[in-house]
Antibody, heavy 115, light 108 residues
Framework: QVQLVQSGAEVKKPGASVKVSCKAS????????VHWVRQAPGQGLEWMGV????????TYAQKFQGRVTMTRDTSTSTVYMELSSLRSEDTAVYYC????????WGQGTLVTVSS | ENVLTQSPGTLSLSPGERATLSCRAS???????LAWYQQKPGQAPRLLIY???SRATGIPDRFSGSGSGTDFTLTISRLEPEDFAVYYC?????????FGQGTKLEIK
């Protein structure tokens, strides 16, 4: 079955970058897009962007343009989301989501930005 | 971007009652690419409905979705104790794939 397993929690200082990984299994990695969604504490869901693992093309939400980079490693069936110039408002749980129907979701990675 | 507005913000009902949740889009959602999710505290969202009215795998038939264009509804026919959670709608017809702000379904 499709499974997405994310890397562990991170604590970063303002201005730093964070790179979250999402390892896929149970399907042909290059056949389905992978999305990234985040959720700040007590808040709703926010779509950040999507990557096509086949060719590596990406589409980002305008809000994150210039700060987010999504990449993939086909040899390990892993996608990455890197967010730079972190600020306190970026404290959130970051999820990767299987693009073949927005289900399943990874377990989430808590990124805390604090000085 | 297509802004989704969910109502009500909070819905207080008792087990066994019927729940009706609304999601209104600022622009028509192409091809009814509208999904509903359930989220419980500390958990990732769970897909309930896709394509506005198709139940995802393993979702009980007390959950149903309807609507088209800009107005969509999630109905839970008879609430079970495990249904009390936060519900989100999402449109995936045009980028950015926006979410509604959520409806909290709480026990009355």
């Amino acid at each position: 079955q499709v499974q997405l397993v994310q890397s562990g929690a991170e604590v970063k200082k303002p201005g730093a970058s964070v790179k979250v990984s999402c390892k896929a299994s149970g399907y042909n990695f290059t056949m389905y897009y992978v999305h990234w969604v985040r959720q700040a504490p007590g808040q709703g869901l926010e779509w950040m962007g999507v990557i096509n693992p086949a060719g590596g093309s990406t589409t980002y939400a305008q809000k994150f343009q210039g700060r987010v980079t999504m990449t993939r490693d086909t040899s390990t069936s892993t996608v990455y989301m890197e967010l730079s110039s972190l600020r306190s408002e970026d404290t959130a749980v970051y999820y990767c989501v299987f693009g073949g129907g927005f289900d399943p979701w990874g377990q989430g990675t808590l990124v805390t930005v604090s000085s | 971007e297509n802004v989704l507005t969910q109502s009500p913000g909070t819905l207080s009902l008792s087990p066994g009652e019927r729940a009706t949740l609304s999601c209104r889009a600022s622009q028509s959602v192409s091809s009814s690419y509208l999904a509903w999710y359930q989220q419980k505290p500390g958990q990732a969202p769970r897909l309930l409905i896709y394509g506005a009215s198709s139940r995802a795998t393993g979702i009980p038939d007390r959950f149903s979705g309807s609507g088209s264009g800009t107005d969509f509804t999630l109905t839970i026919s008879r609430l079970e104790p495990e249904d009390f959670a936060v519900y989100y709608c999402q449109q995936y017809g045009s980028s950015p794939y926006t979410f509604g702000q959520g409806t909290k379904l709480e026990i009355k």
